[in-house]
């Protein structure tokens, strides 16, 4: 069996009986947070953090107080490597080991962070048993906003966060935000396999067969496994990084179990159960405000659509809307989406909710709104004007000119000017719903379709332990 497994299991808390995260924070609790570590070269944050996690557990006498967190945050922030993920690791020990954990941390982030080809590492460090509520706002944030990095250097100070950083330490905006993200609402779970070293760059030998089998038996409760439409497997990143997969779902058993029914051939370093705001659709609960749309920013708008949608080269589609002050917004759905033809259906009037991210304007184009998801609620009556039938044949008579009358072109009969055109109500050809793209255009926290009426309205109360390393 390729994937080793020795189940560690870092707590023995019931879940069952949590409501808040923060009532098992004690006085010797410590909230490790860290980002941007990798770059489009290498290295991975996760994968930091399942060393990290390996140390604390094997090397220390500390426990753990959560799964590790993978925290994705705004993904419309042009500086992300990928995915915008930061972690956090909440663990509870006495001051001694909190000492060598940190030493760690700082020494093991320095040599194993892609600084110098694009990383800019930030590490927090939060002792005590109260996350500051500013810590707390400052990450549903950093869900939606753009933060600057003086921002961030306040609030550690002001709410005692020890913070260490490298390179232009822009990660320190997301490892703060990792800690203050308590995930005490609506979350999900992704089991990562890791690879050794030696096979990072190779290609990874996936069974689809075994993905195909897995996300049949596993629906609901694991997701985006496969692309049943493009027949693709979305498990797997493409790139150099060292995770070989994932699988997203919603509690730690299935996703552990799952990634252990995909019988792995590659030697495996490692895999670890993260718990996520993934698949929540997080960063669009904030409503965009027209009056002044930020560039980067994410959330959701409730407007009438103003100005048709129109297709332009590569299948995009384009229109405009409008809220109920009368300021107006373009917006636009790319074809990757798979959204385009419906987009293209809405006309002037209809009443939608968009989610989405604002783009910058650049000198070719204004502020745009790229849709993420399309919630048609209301759409308007558009009628045909057409000209008379004829009472002889009831064929459609043509016009003679202005103010000439008709006359039916196949048994010649005439009508005077005075008859009236008629007007016919012409069906919609979209209904009123959610619509979201296609899954391989899917973001790490779109919330897929059957998701909705899924989420958690607390922690996971399904699961009486952690496993949180899987070797
Ligand atoms: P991966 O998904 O592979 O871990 P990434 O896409 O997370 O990589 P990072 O290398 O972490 O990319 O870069 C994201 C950077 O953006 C980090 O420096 C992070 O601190 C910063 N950042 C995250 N959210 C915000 C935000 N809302 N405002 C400003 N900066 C942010």
Redo the contacts with the bound molecule.
């Keep these: 069996m390729a994937v080793r497994e020795r189940l560690l299991l870092a707590l023995t808390h019931n879940y069952n009986k949590l409501n808040h995260m923060s009532s098992v924070f004690n006085d010797e609790s410590l909230h490790i947070g860290i980002?941007?570590?990798?770059?489009p070269f290498g290295k991975?944050?996760?994968h930091l953090a399942f060393k990290i996690t390996e140390y604390v557990l094997e090397r220390t006498g500390a426990d753990f107080i959560d799964y590790p967190l993978l925290i994705?945050?705004?993904?419309n922030?042009p500086?992300?490597?990928?995915?915008?993920?930061?972690?956090c690791l909440r663990i509870k020990s006495d001051p001694q080991d909190q000492q060598r954990i940190t030493e760690f941390v700082k020494n093991y982030v320095e040599s194993n962070s892609a600084t110098g080809s694009?990383?800019?590492?930030?590490v927090v460090f939060f002792r005590g048993r109260q996350l500051p509520d500013a810590l707390v706002e400052f990450s549903k944030?950093?869900?939606?906003?753009?933060?600057?990095?003086q921002d961030?250097i306040k609030l550690a100070a002001k709410s005692g966060v020890e913070y260490f950083t490298l390179g232009?330490?822009?990660?320190?905006?997301?490892?703060?935000?990792a800690i203050g993200c308590l995930l005490d609402g609506d979350h999900t779970f992704e089991a990562i396999a890791y690879r050794r070293p030696e096979n990072c760059g190779t290609e990874r030998m996936i069974n689809v067969n075994k993905v195909i089998e897995l996300s049949k038996k596993t629906f609901p409760y694991t997701f985006n496994n496969y692309d049943f439409d493009n027949r693709r497997v979305l498990i797997a990143p493409h790139g150099v990084?060292p995770v070989f997969c994932g699988i997203r779902g919603e509690n730690a058993d299935i996703v552990a179990s799952s990634l252990r029914s995909l019988e792995i051939q590659e030697k495996a370093e490692g895999c670890m159960v993260y718990r996520s705001n993934q698949g929540t659709n997080m960063h669009l609960q904030n409503e965009l405000k027209l009056s002044e749309p930020k560039s980067?920013a994410s959330g959701y708008l409730r407007c009438k659509v103003s100005v048709n949608p129109s297709k332009v080269q590569g299948g995009h589609a384009f229109f405009a809307v409008e809220n109920d002050h009368g300021q107006s917004f373009p917006a636009a759905v790319y074809e990757p989406t798979g959204l385009t033809n419906v987009a293209s259906l809405l006309v002037q009037g209809d009443t939608i909710e968009l989610g989405g991210g604002v783009r910058k304007p650049s000198s070719k184009h204004p502020k745009i709104l790229n849709v993420e998801y399309l919630l048609v609620l209301e759409l308007v009556n558009v009628v045909g004007i057409h000209n008379p039938l004829c009472k002889t044949c009831s064929k459609r008579m043509k016009s003679e000119g202005k103010g000439k009358g008709f006359q039916c072109k196949h048994c010649k009969s005439r009508e005077p000017p005075t008859v009236q055109k008629e007007i016919v109500n012409v069906p919609r050809k979209i209904l009123p719903g959610l619509y979201i793209p296609t899954p391989k255009a899917h973001r790490?926290l779109t919330k897929p379709l059957h998701r909705y009426g899924l989420e958690k309205k607390y922690l996971a109360r399904n699961c009486k332990s952690f496993p949180t390393v899987l070797f």
Excluded: E, Q, Y
């Design positions: 980002d941007d570590t990798d770059s991975c944050t996760t994705r945050l705004n993904p922030i500086w992300k490597t990928r995915g915008n993920g930061a972690v694009g990383a800019n590492p930030g944030r950093a869900m939606f906003d753009v933060i600057s990095k961030a232009n330490g822009r990660g320190l905006v997301g490892a703060l935000a990084d980067f790490h």
